[in-house]
């Protein structure tokens, strides 16, 4: 199992990013992948989330209307689209994936099984 995240980099603020995260090694269909982010001192976060098979999305009050989460099934890849960044948004930002078991779309670290390793994002006043 792998999880590939892409995408970081240095924005000011105002501007966009948009983060990719390639899979392989298990049925993307029947899995949600969840994006999360961490500062350091502080306890990862989970900021948006997409059930693979349906659609379903979740996304943490601070970036709605601003990110917007979507899946390529055929390419086992998801994605992050982050518009109108704040500093405030600067973090290491992870992928991860969990079974989906539909109406329900999981929204904590602790309910996702793989991860990937972080891509660096900052944004700058």
């Known amino acids: 199992v792998q999880l590939q995240a892409s995408g970081g980099g240095l924005v000011q603020a105002g501007g966009s990013l948009r983060l990719s995260c390639a899979t392989t090694?298990?049925?993307?269909?029947?899995?949600?992948i969840g994006w999360f982010r961490q500062v350091p001192g502080k306890e990862r976060e989970g900021v948006a989330c997409i059930g693979s098979s349906d659609g379903s999305t979740y996304y943490t009050d601070s970036v709605k209307g601003r990110f917007a989460i979507s899946s390529d099934n055929a390419k086992n890849t998801a994605y992050l689209q982050m518009n109108s960044l704040e500093p405030g948004d600067t973090a290491v930002y992870y992928c991860a994936a969990s079974l989906y078991y539909s109406d329900y779309l999981p929204v904590s670290a602790w309910e996702y099984n793989y991860w990937g390793q972080g891509t660096q994002v900052t944004v700058s006043s």
């Open positions: 090694g298990f049925p993307f269909d029947d899995y949600a």
